[in-house]
């Protein structure tokens, strides 16, 4: 306090002959505002938000950095996250006034000198021996907010720091992790409510997006996303989501499903939230005939009340773990002369969604891999898939026969999906969607199940096969008026990390071979790489400091793939793990 | 106890010479300890600093158990006290905590981990700024404060963090009431490898009365401290209190919180100085 008073006292005496920006430079810095995180989209001096703005563009105006002065970017720095916990890293960096807030596998966060790489502090959070991630221990990143910077944790809590220091203001229970649920998403913060969903799909949890007071932490309003499960505001019980049994039957809906595992993007201009939603519960879909609403959707949120506005189902009664948690990316649809206000989607079951943002309506779906077998297509009329009813896996033979396996089938996409957790790019200079694909199929059976708190349910069993020798991974440009792929680019491991776009006529995306790589935006053509020491499955950053534009990005093979990945984690086995952020700039001489 | 009570007598001797030893320059460290000049600027900074035999720092000349060593630091015999600390010289971190006593006597007594052998200190600051020093030394094989804690090897400890025991025995007739607590926490300092720091930091006691809930003592613990701590304080509860409430946190913003009831009508008060390891046959309360 005393540092305040004298700084303040300094500026006073200066501000009668003195530009503001002493002012600026002296006072302590109060933080980023509400408003400031709804235009960080155009902010180059920071990277305030996950998604580098609330419409989760990861598109940056900087053009330094181009498809001609990129030979030039080179490392600064290297940070190692420390100690023996090198798993997954799927982070994406939040860069703010010289600093970069990471977080690291195992519920880890680091402030670190953007400069320097010199680690200002370190919160390592004290997991208890039984949480339950599916999916590796990973973090997807922080959020910053004034004074204050906060991230999720495995066992389901909420924790704000203060970001000078890293002690910690709040710590509070999302969820009970040891009924299955965890945390691994990057908080959203809109007019100072903190956002989050929830994880935990394979468990038979109820997914959530829940919104809290960012000073506190105390609950404002609760949204289930299953319907029949009733949401609260204020500390009060609010609405029903949809209407109990329209789509589930009996007490399925109290198990359903549904986790918002990956948080929400946010629309500035229609004011709305959008979060996506996991899987219904249990995988074996004979077991709850019905569409199954708001499974596998994308849902349109009144962000001051958590009241839903509209929803959009990619896939109906899934059978196929084609989870709708992907993020809904908000862009200006340029078609016919007009400017409609759409949402782009690459879905898990492998159609990219255009998606009229204000109503939920279908615009266009068209696929972004080569084969998906569950489907024909999608009626642009209806906005419901056409069947392919004999991809569905078979019901498991009833009552308690041994080896009751229901009848196989192999499909594409597989349940890793032909688009996982990693974010997608929009550029509007080149208006193309950048989206990392993968190519797999699965076979893939149903089992018989019976849910029990805390433990998997599935009931399906399944593995995992490559559908070309050559490569897996494919980088993807989607033209979202066509839905024509305009390129793409083919990687031999399956694609895990998020992408970066730029007015540079840049984009970057990491691979699990170890490469941060550049792309002509344009053309697609390879334009540099640079090999970071471990696979690279986090989200790069860019911004620019002391006249000068940097990208950075966090290295650390792991994710889902390994764990899950049937014959294409023989694949990856040989990848060695690792925990570093990465530093690059593009030097001013 | 025989090392100790030397080092006390010298530590008398040399007062009786040195005395008053507030005049110019810092007194040297009766305990010879490599540490106490840099101890001191660090934790003292700048304050007038006395070796002074009326601080009474209790603790075993060898150390049992390097996880849990008894300490207590009694400065009752300087009146009225601001604020107190303890350290352990040769520890990794060598502040153990700082205590407020606030309307307390200045009295706290706990259990903390030990690296090595080292000196041990408490230290009392009386109204006029003087910090009012006094310590032993504990033998010890090492390693306190580097090896994990027992209770991991119960799967369900994380589902006890934070619960309290409590006892308050009655006033005696000054007015002073023992006050004993044990808190459920690994109390982690983080030097174990992949066991991140996790410790309880601050404890207030606070009086539950009809006219508003005065708070009584506070303490700022710090990694040291041994595994689910243990601390005991002579406070002043106000005579129309009707529990007394323990408000706390740790380092990872975790809660502590505990109504601990007045003691029953006809107990006795606490015997003192009292670092009996028994100290009544009657159970602690639980207050959650």
Redesign the interface.
């Known amino acids: 306090m005393k540092r305040l008073v004298t700084s303040l006292a300094l500026a006073a005496s200066l501000i009668a002959f003195s530009a503001t920006g002493v002012l600026a430079a002296d006072a302590p810095s109060a933080g980023p505002s509400s408003d400031d995180l709804l235009k960080s989209a155009t902010n180059t001096e920071a990277v305030l938000t996950y998604g580098m703005g609330p419409q989760a563009q990861r598109f940056s105006p900087l053009t330094d950095l181009n498809a001609d002065t990129v030979k030039k970017l080179v490392p600064v720095w290297s940070f190692s996250f420390g100690g023996e916990k090198q798993r997954g890293q799927e982070a994406q960096p939040i860069i703010y006034d010289g600093t970069i807030y990471v977080t690291g596998s195992y519920s880890r966060l680091y402030a670190v000198d953007a400069r320097t790489g010199h680690k200002k502090w370190e919160y390592n959070h004290r997991l208890p021996d039984g949480i339950m991630p599916c999916c590796d221990v990973v973090n997807r990143g922080a959020a910053i907010y004034k004074d204050k910077i906060y991230f999720a944790t495995l066992d389901a809590r909420l924790v704000a720091l203060n970001r000078e220091t890293g002690k910690v203001v709040w710590n509070k229970k999302l969820q009970e992790y040891k009924d299955g649920y965890s945390n691994t998403a990057a908080p959203l913060i809109i007019d100072g409510k903190i956002i989050t969903g929830n994880s935990g799909g394979e468990f038979g949890v109820i997914g959530m997006v829940e919104a809290r007071d960012a000073e506190t932490g105390e609950l404002v309003w609760q949204r289930p996303t299953i319907e029949g499960n009733v949401g609260t505001l204020n500390g009060k019980e609010s609405t029903v989501t949809g209407k109990i049994n329209a789509s589930w039957p009996g007490d399925m809906y109290k198990t359903g499903g549904g986790a918002t595992w990956l948080g929400g993007t946010y629309d500035p201009e229609t004011k709305t939230l959008f979060f996506g939603t996991g899987n219904p519960a249990p995988w074996n879909s004979h077991l709850r005939p019905g569409d199954n609403l708001y499974t596998s959707s994308t849902l349109a949120i009144d962000p001051d009340n958590g009241e839903i506005k509209w929803h959009y189902q990619t896939t109906p009664h899934d059978g196929w773990d084609f989870d709708g948690v992907n993020e809904f990316v908000s862009f200006d649809l340029k078609k016919d002369g007009k400017v409609i206000k759409a949402g782009g989607k690459a879905d898990r079951n492998g159609f990219f969604y255009v998606i009229d943002r204000t109503n939920g309506k279908l615009i266009n779906a068209s696929p972004f891999v080569t084969k998906i077998t569950w489907a024909k297509g999608i009626d642009i009329e209806t906005g419901r898939p056409i069947y392919n009813d004999d991809n569905r896996p078979g019901a498991p033979a009833t009552a308690d026969a041994h080896d009751a396996k229901g009848k196989s089938v192999f499909s594409a996409p597989a349940f890793l999906g032909a688009k996982n957790w990693m974010p997608m790019a929009y550029n509007p200079q080149t208006e193309l969607f950048y989206v990392p694909a993968n190519e797999w199929g699965m076979d893939i059976w149903n089992e018989p199940i019976t849910y029990k708190k805390g433990a998997a349910y599935l009931g399906a069993g399944f593995t995992i096969k490559p559908l070309y020798d050559d490569y897996i991974g494919a980088l993807r440009a989607v033209d979202p008026k066509t839905g024509k792929i305009v390129w793409e680019y083919k990687n031999p491991a399956p694609l895990w990390g998020g992408v970066l776009t730029t007015a540079g006529n840049l984009v970057f995306t990491g691979t699990p071979e170890g490469y941060l790589k550049a792309f002509d935006a344009k053309s697609g053509q390879e334009v540099w790489k640079f090999q970071t020491g471990s696979g690279v499955v986090g989200s790069p950053v860019t911004w620019k400091m002391d006249g000068e534009q940097y990208v950075a990005v966090v290295s650390g093979w792991g994710g889902a793939v390994p764990l899950w990945g049937g014959d294409v984690a023989k694949l990856v086995k040989d990848i060695n793990q690792g925990g570093s952020l990465w530093v690059f700039k593009l030097p001013k001489a | 106890m025989r090392y100790a009570l030397r080092h006390m007598g010298l530590a008398g001797a040399m007062f009786a010479v040195a005395s008053p030893a507030l005049a110019a320059g810092s007194p040297s460290d009766p305990l010879n300890s490599v540490m106490w000049e840099a101890l001191r600027d660090q934790y003292f900074a700048g304050a007038p600093v006395v070796f002074d035999t009326a601080v009474k720092v209790t603790a075993p000349a060898a150390a049992e158990d390097t996880r849990a060593v008894p300490i207590s630091v009694d400065a009752t015999a300087l009146g009225r006290v601001v604020e107190m600390v303890a350290i352990a010289d040769l520890n990794p971190f060598p502040l153990v905590l700082r205590y407020h006593p606030g309307t307390a006597a200045p009295y706290i007594a706990t259990r903390i981990k030990i690296q090595q052998a080292t000196a041990l200190r408490g230290a009392a600051r009386t109204a006029d700024g003087v910090w009012h020093v006094s310590g032993v030394l504990v033998d010890a094989a090492g390693g306190g404060c580097s090896a994990p804690p027992t209770s991991?090897a119960q799967?369900d400890?994380?589902d006890h963090v934070g619960e309290v025991q409590a006892r308050l025995w009655p006033a005696d007739p000054e007015g002073v009431a023992r006050l004993r607590l044990r808190i459920r926490h690994?109390n982690?300092t983080?030097l174990v490898?992949?066991?991140?720091?996790?410790f309880v930091e601050t404890l207030q006691v606070e009086a539950q009365t009809p006219g508003g809930s005065p708070a009584l003592a506070r303490i700022d613990s710090l990694e040291p401290v041994s595994e689910n701590p243990v601390y005991s304080l002579d406070l002043r509860p106000p005579p129309d209190a009707t529990a007394l409430v323990l408000r706390g946190r740790d380092?990872?913003?975790?809660e502590i919180r505990a109504t601990i009831p007045m003691p029953p009508p006809g107990s006795k008060p606490a015997m003192r100085p009292a670092m009996s390891p028994k100290p009544a046959e009657q159970p602690w309360s639980v207050g959650q």
């Not at chain 2, 490898?193 to 996790?198: F, K, Q, V």
């Not at chain 2, 380092?251 to 975790?254: E, T, V």
């Open positions: 991991y799967k400890w994380a690994p982690d983080g490898d992949g066991i991140p720091a996790y380092n990872q913003g975790g």
